[in-house]
């Protein structure tokens, strides 16, 4: 038996019991988190959304940090990888980066578990993902080294400016107002207080949100070139 904390470490037991699926526990899991938030997630709340014990869930994954490990390969699941013999590789890279950060603004949670539980990048539709994308940067001329490390530097990027996206939207859900009544109501305030540096206040006003993130990755894909 394995002492490593991980669903993905543990061996898979029989025969699933079929009054509840791991597949359900972990749908209802996600859909939890995406409307309650991580705080909202145990056993319990999630035994009541499935009009299930608890037991009838640590049939299934041991604790809750197993079940976030699922909860985060599910939903990688949702990132399309475009086929690198059927795309140029740094369009492909691209749209693979535009895709996980779409996912990221769809379940803003998964920002602040990354890399907090278990072995969660040994999941099956991660590893597809990762494999995907390494093939990619290998028809770009990385040879597989390079490759891991460019698509790391990639991941890196994509999960950090969707942490701050996510929590952004997040923030917005919160207050109730759209994103029209937010900036109306707070760009003004912004405005007055950068009034004191000219250079921050035409920043301010000329931010793009989409802009920043597609230059931000043209230029780690240049420098990847550049360092192949």
């Not at 009054?19 to 997630?41: M, N, Y």
């Not at 990888?81 to 590789?89: F, G, K, R």
């Not at 895709?99 to 907090?116: D, T, Y």
Request: glycine content about 8%; aromatic content about 8%.
């Amino acid at each position: 038996m394995t002492d490593i904390p991980s669903v993905w470490a543990r061996p898979k037991k029989g025969r699933e019991q079929p009054a509840l699926s791991r597949d359900q526990i972990v749908s209802e899991a996600i859909k939890l988190l995406d409307t309650e938030g991580l705080d909202a997630l145990s056993m319990r709340n999630l035994g009541k959304r499935l009009d299930a014990g608890a037991t009838s869930i640590y049939r299934h994954v041991a604790n809750k940090d197993e079940l976030i490990e699922l909860a985060i390969d599910e939903v990688y699941g949702e990132i399309e990888v475009p086929s690198a013999s059927a795309t140029e590789w740094r369009a492909g890279v691209a749209a693979s980066a535009q895709s996980m950060r779409a996912m990221i603004n769809r379940h803003p949670w998964v920002g602040s578990v990354l890399g907090q539980v278990g072995l969660s990048y040994l999941g099956p539709n991660v590893m597809h993902m990762s494999d995907r994308m390494l093939a990619l940067f290998e028809k770009g001329g990385f040879d597989l080294v390079a490759a891991n490390r460019a698509m790391r530097l990639v991941l890196s990027y994509v999960i950090g400016a969707g942490v701050g996206e996510a929590a952004w939207l997040t923030s917005l859900a919160r207050s109730g107002l759209s994103e029209a009544e937010w900036a109306e109501r707070v760009f003004p305030i912004a405005k007055a207080t950068a009034a004191p540096y000219p250079r921050l206040l035409a920043a301010f006003e000329t931010a793009d949100a989409e802009d920043m993130f597609t230059y931000g990755l043209d230029a780690l894909l240049d420098g990847l070139v550049a360092k192949r």
